[in-house]
């Protein structure tokens, strides 16, 4: 059976489909063929598997076609998508098989405007484990706004506004409703942009970071020592260098802490070539259920009083003052002229407060908590 | 009986009359005396009163010193302060009298740096009526930072990074728990540099603005007609441009949305000169109590839902945004080498939620509230 034959039984799949073939960039009319540019580039042979099936919110599934045997290795963005959906639906299933009401993911898909991509979004709000959680993929392909041309130039990118881009890319965050669950943050996207000189600039980023509100040493050790392992199989000392770029990054400097304990960090990665930095990026995103469930298994059924909800709730107010005041990501988010605003805001907290000159007692597990998050720890 | 013979009485007086007359910049050594450039001036003759006292947590008062009578009139940067701690006063007390749980108000004190100014801060939290209520004042004596000397010049002021300066505010937010009651922010402040030349510059600047959750005509009449009155007395005309400025200061760009119903906002005021410009603050500054009480007392025991109070912790949500994403006053706070990082963020909501693409229903009130912040109206 073709790809051709199973869009006529599912009709969704066509408008799935169009998006993603659709890399042709209506400004430049060219197709986005990251090979195109290697001088004697053959078509690789490369037998891939279907993407996942997505679950509609009637119950129903959308399959994605199988690709015919034989046809060419498909252009980075599409191998991207296909790896994020992936990591995407397995995180689905496996945050829904945690939750003990069967509470489950809705699906939020939008399509931009005509071509310029699309937006699949899963949130589960209200869970009796998650009390949000947010799982999202975006694809989007336009021309670059003033603003974010300037700061790629200034980050050394040869682009210009209005250079036509795509960017493929998976977020997540997952704020659990229990205080002694650690809330979890991933993103890793691609980006491939048609400089002035019509050259093509392609680089990966993203990162993976924990923010409990208790700590739990052995948890911590056992979080950077996975991060550790993968890194080292990409690059020795990559692992140190990221966990810095982490610790830094998300650091709430008015209020000198960080938001979390850190993780991996990075951008502009394109060393040592496509292919293996491809290889890094897929198997940090796909390391983030083998990370993050035991965590959720081992501490949802602890017990919380008041004290341990009002510090959760405190820490999510630095949450989003991290995010609405230094967050890169939050930042592109309100300048994009293709953005989801709903889909910037996935990641705010579910509930937050303030409360005025609140201080941790001394000694206290919240005052060991502040101690980790004012002087970051190596880890691994 | 003196002034002096009441220190030591009271001797929490000393420290408080230091940061207040510490005018002398410690940089420049100058006494800060906007009276001084002005050729031919005699030092007036001013009766005036003693500020109002201050509570302590300890239930004992700390009483200001009357100035002896025929003493010249004070400069304006204590002028200021003196007016704003009356009006400070006189809200707090308001304030604590319509709480039915007899809580109170609490004061936080902090003095900067040796000669660098003061906060006086009350702040009560968790009560019945009022979910989180804070009144400061804060006089800053300093130097400007390159970022906001930076801005200052954009807004065509002739000042230099370090250039001296002082500052003289009150800032207030109530968070009130009942969603019918509107919740209420304003804050005047009075601003003088010693620009370049050694020429001093000052201006005046601040307003008061209304964020109801639902919407009372009535009261939204009133609110506006009131500060209609107070600025046709200084300028005709001025209402309608202050009216503006707040509707378009106070807009959630990345909503499309303002954060409440408005007000009046205005900044960088100097005419029709330095005393005519204050008495406008000062009536600006001492109409909040007749302004918001009557609203208070009106709707503090109306019944509200789940519904209503999920609304309310929505909109509270997009206050945040407002207030980390665009405003001015907290942008400044977060570059300020002199702030009490608390107190920015003393406006932030006691509590605030996100749920992902909410919507209020079509023909809800909450809908109705929505309709004036997507189309501001000319109330008054």
Not at 118 to 126: A, D, G, N, P, T
Not at 271 to 281: I, S
């Amino acid at each position: 059976m073709t790809g051709e034959s199973r869009v006529r039984v599912f009709p969704g799949v066509g408008l799935l489909l169009m998006a993603v073939s659709l890399a042709a960039h209506s400004a430049s009319g060219s197709r986005y063929d990251v090979n195109s540019d290697r001088p004697g580039h053959q078509p690789e042979k490369y037998y891939w598997r279907p993407g996942p099936p997505i679950k509609n919110n009637d119950g129903t599934w959308t399959f994605q076609p199988r690709t015919s045997i034989g046809e060419p290795m498909p252009d980075m963005p599409t191998r991207m998508e296909r790896m994020i959906r992936k990591v995407q639906f397995r995180l689905v299933k496996a945050l829904e098989a945690q939750e003990t009401g069967g509470k489950k993911f809705q699906l939020h898909r939008t399509n931009r405007t005509k071509g310029s991509g699309e937006s699949v979004m899963y949130v589960l709000q209200s869970g009796d484990v998650f009390e949000k959680a947010g799982v999202g993929v975006s694809v989007a392909r336009h021309t670059l706004p003033p603003k974010i041309a300037q700061q790629m130039r200034a980050r050394g990118k040869d682009v210009d506004e209005g250079s036509p881009f795509i960017s493929v890319g998976i977020s997540c965050i997952i704020h659990p409703r229990n205080p002694m669950v650690p809330a979890i943050h991933f993103n890793y996207r691609y980006f491939e942009v048609k400089g002035r000189n019509g050259s093509t600039q392609w680089w990966f980023g993203g990162g993976t970071d924990l923010t409990p509100y208790y700590l739990d040493e052995g948890d911590a050790l056992a979080f950077h020592s996975t991060l550790k392992k993968i890194c080292d199989k990409y690059e020795k000392g990559s692992y140190e260098k990221f966990k810095r770029n982490c610790d830094s990054y998300f650091t709430i400097a008015h209020r000198n802490e960080t938001r979390g304990i850190g993780g991996i960090f990075f951008d502009d990665l394109t060393t040592p070539d496509q292919k293996l930095a491809f290889a890094f990026v897929k198997s940090c995103a796909k390391a983030v259920v083998p990370l993050y469930l035991p965590l959720v298994r081992k501490h949802k059924y602890y017990k919380w009083n008041s004290t341990e909800r009002k510090w959760q709730l405190i820490r999510r107010g630095r949450y989003i003052e991290f995010n609405l005041i230094y967050d890169r990501g939050t930042k592109y988010g309100l300048q994009s002229t293709v953005t989801i605003i709903e889909n910037v805001f996935m990641a705010a907290p579910p509930k937050a407060i303030w409360e005025y000159k609140y201080e941790p007692q001394a000694g206290s597990r919240e005052a060991d908590l502040m101690e980790v998050l004012r002087h970051p720890r190596d880890w691994a």
